[in-house]
């Protein structure tokens, strides 16, 4: 029997991969649809089990398909979330002189650096060289973002997520607190394409970056407070990390107890349920806001 010429096999070769990229795309829409599963757990620790398995399932067909847009913004979603959600977890967990804390803060770090490569990625399918703006100067970053529009959103949104949310276990790091202005740049115009993706996140975001500090030191806590409570009307106020959010960062910062113990009583009194599409997060707001009461003394 001869053998198959060269050009045969290679289109041979050419098409086994397009069979497996067709099939992991297929694959993208059925998990992208049985994602709120997981977000609809309701037991914190089985989903902690769960969600490092399926982060790495997906990260395993964005070898077979680097291009598709919905496993990259998947995997960026699942790295940022299983940071802030388990590994900041851990972290609040300790006291706050415990040496314990340096490592998790630093795995924090790293997980949100790998989400925002996915995110970059995400971005550059549609925007080649898009990843080359979101370091040095801010214009160019500026000029990118206005080019995009959105279905780019959650690639913009997890960007922005990571870069904050590594600002925040990263406070020493200069580089990390240099990218407050791309921050506020990117979850501006999330708000402007989407203000509603991820329960209004980019919102609570702005709320944050603006209300955890004072206006001598560039913060704006007016707009940080109405930024977060935008965020809960928008979501009925049944997202209840909102909440918790706006007692931790900007009523801590305000040095205004009456309304961080008034906002963490009302989460830790409101059943998870209330969002059942959002029970693990919800379950996970009412546990930190448990703990932050009972730091109450030393916050304030």
């Known amino acids: ?15 086994s991969c397009d069979v497996e990229r067709f099939g992991v795309d297929r694959s ?13 757990e309701p037991d914190i620790a089985f989903a902690r089990e769960a969600a490092a398995a399926n982060v790495k399932l997906i990260e395993g067909l964005v070898r077979v398909s680097p291009r598709n847009r919905s496993l990259l913004a ?39 650096q790998r989400c925002r490569e996915y995110a970059v990625r995400h971005l550059e399918v549609k925007h080649p060289g898009f990843g080359e703006t979101v370091t040095g100067a801010l214009a160019p970053l500026e000029a990118a973002l206005r080019r995009t529009g959105p ?8 960007l922005g997520f990571s870069l904050a949310a590594n600002a925040n276990v990263s406070r020493e790091d200069v ?20 203000e509603r993706f991820y329960h209004a996140g980019a919102r609570v975001c702005l709320g944050a970056l603006f209300g955890s500090r004072t206006r001598l030191i560039g913060g704006d806590p007016d707009r940080g407070r109405r930024e977060i409570e935008r965020a809960i009307t928008l979501t009925g106020g049944s997202f209840l990390m909102h909440k918790v959010i706006l007692a931790r960062v900007y009523a801590v910062a305000m040095g205004n107890r009456e309304l961080f113990e ?21 379950e996970i707001a009412r546990r930190r806001a448990a703990r932050y009461l009972a730091l109450a003394e030393e916050l304030f």
């Open 74 to 112: 998947q995997v960026a979603e699942g790295l940022c979330g299983y940071a802030y959600l388990f590994v900041e977890d851990d972290l609040e967990a300790l006291p706050p002189a415990d040496e314990g804390r340096a490592p998790h803060a630093a795995r924090a770090g790293l997980f949100y």
């Open 151 to 158: 279905d780019d959103v959650p690639g913009l949104f997890w």
């Open 1 to 15: 029997m001869r053998p198959l010429p060269l050009i045969l096999l290679l289109v041979l070769g050419l098409a």
């Open 28 to 40: 993208a829409e059925v998990l992208r649809k049985a994602a709120p599963a997981f977000h609809a």
């Open 175 to 194: 580089a990390a607190i240099a990218d407050l202005p791309r921050i506020e740049a990117i979850m501006q115009r999330v708000v402007e394409l989407d």
């Open 262 to 282: 008034r906002v963490l009583r009302e989460v830790v009194a409101t059943p998870g349920t209330v969002m059942p599409s959002e029970r693990l997060a919800n």
